[in-house]
C-alpha cells in the first residue's frame, strides 16, 4: 500500500469520525444548553455537557488533521490555495471549535457556584447567558469559516481529479448551500434547526460521508496523483531555471 492510498484512508476515517463526534456532541449537549433555567438545569446533567464539550474537541481536532494529511497533494496543484485551506478548517475552525468546548465546560463551573447558594446568583445566572451567547457567536463564526474551507477543498479536488468530479462538484454545491444557510439563521430569515435549514444543510453531510467511503475503499485517482506530480517537478524545474 502505498502513501497516498494511506492518506486517503486516513482521510476517509477522520471525516466519519469527526461527523460521528459532532453529532454526539449535540444529542449530549444540545438539549440542556438550550434550557430556559440554564444554570439550574447543568447542574442535574454535569457528565453529558462534559461528554458533548469533549465530543466537540474531538471533532474540531480530528477534522483538523484532514487539511494536514491533504496538505502534501493539495499543494501540488495549488499551493497557495492549499495553504488557505489548511488555515481555515486546520486553524480557524479548530481555533473556534476549542472555544466553543471551553465555553460548555465553563458553564457546569458557574452552575455550580450558583446551586452552592453563591450571593452573587443573579450574576452567575446572568454570566451563564452571557456565556452561551458568546458561544453561539462563535458557533456563527464557525459556520463561516467552514464552508468557506470546503469551498477552497472541493475546488482543488474538482481540479486535480483526485476523486470523480461528481463527488467534488456536490461538494462545491452543499458548501454554497450551507453559506446560504448560515445567513439565513444570521438574518433571522430562518430558525436554527428548522425544516428548511436542515434540508439546506443536509447536502454537505451526505456528501463528506459518501466521499469517506469512496476514499476509503477506491481512495484517490491514480492517474490525476501521476499528473500532480509531474506538475510539480515541472514546476520545480521552471523555478531552477
Same mark, same amino acid.
Given at each position: ?8 484512508i ?12 459532532g @453529532?454526539l456532541s449535540?444529542?449530549f449537549?444540545?438539549s440542556i444548553q438550550?434550557?430556559?433555567?440554564l ?5 442535574g446533567n ?5 461528554m458533548? =464539550?469533549?465530543?466537540l ?7 483538523a488533521m ?9 499543494k501540488?496543484q495549488n499551493e497557495?490555495? =492549499?495553504?488557505?485551506y489548511?488555515?481555515?478548517r486546520?486553524a480557524l475552525e479548530?481555533i473556534t471549535? #476549542? !472555544?466553543?468546548?471551553i465555553?460548555l465546560l465553563?458553564l457546569?463551573i458557574?452552575s455550580?457556584?450558583?446551586i452552592a447558594?453563591s450571593p452573587?446568583t443573579?450574576?452567575? /445566572?446572568t454570566? *451563564?447567558?452571557?456565556l452561551l451567547?458568546?458561544?453561539?457567536t462563535i458557533?456563527? @463564526?464557525?459556520q463561516i469559516v467552514f464552508?468557506?474551507? !470546503?469551498? #477552497?477543498?472541493?475546488?482543488l479536488?474538482?481540479?486535480?481529479k483526485?476523486?470523480?468530479r461528481?463527488?467534488? *462538484?456536490? *461538494?462545491?454545491i452543499?458548501a454554497?448551500?450551507? #453559506? ?6 444570521l438574518?433571522?430569515? @430562518?430558525?436554527?434547526?428548522?425544516t428548511v /435549514?436542515?434540508?439546506l444543510a443536509?447536502? #454537505?453531510?451526505? /456528501?463528506e ?7 476509503i475503499v477506491?481512495?484517490?485517482?491514480p492517474s490525476? @496523483? ?5 506538475k510539480k ?7 531552477a531555471?
Open positions: 500500500m502505498n502513501n497516498f492510498r494511506k492518506t486517503a486516513i482521510v476517509g476515517v477522520l471525516y466519519i469520525i469527526g461527523t460521528v463526534a @453529532i449535540k444529542v449537549a444540545g438550550n434550557d430556559l433555567n444554570l439550574t438545569k447543568v447542574t454535569e457528565t453529558p455537557i462534559i458533548g =464539550a469533549l465530543f474537541l474531538v471533532m474540531g481536532l480530528v477534522l484532514v487539511p494536514v494529511m491533504m496538505f502534501p497533494i493539495l501540488k497557495a490555495l =492549499a495553504l488557505g489548511v488555515v481555515y486546520g479548530t471549535t #476549542i !472555544a466553543m468546548a465555553s465553563f457546569t458557574l455550580q457556584q450558583y447558594g452573587d443573579s450574576y452567575l /445566572q454570566l *451563564g447567558t452571557l451567547k458568546g458561544k453561539d458557533s456563527t @463564526i464557525s464552508p468557506l474551507g !470546503a469551498l #477552497i477543498f472541493y475546488f479536488l474538482y481540479q486535480s483526485l476523486i470523480p461528481w463527488i467534488s *462538484g456536490w *461538494g462545491l452543499a454554497i448551500l450551507w #453559506i446560504a444557510v448560515t445567513l439565513l439563521d438574518f433571522g430569515i @430562518i430558525s436554527s434547526w428548522s /435549514q436542515v434540508v443536509l447536502p #454537505i453531510g451526505l /456528501q460521508m459518501v466521499m469517506a467511503v469512496w476514499l477506491k481512495g484517490f485517482n490525476a @496523483i501521476a499528473s500532480l506530480s509531474a517537478a515541472t514546476n520545480d524545474l521552471l523555478s531555471a
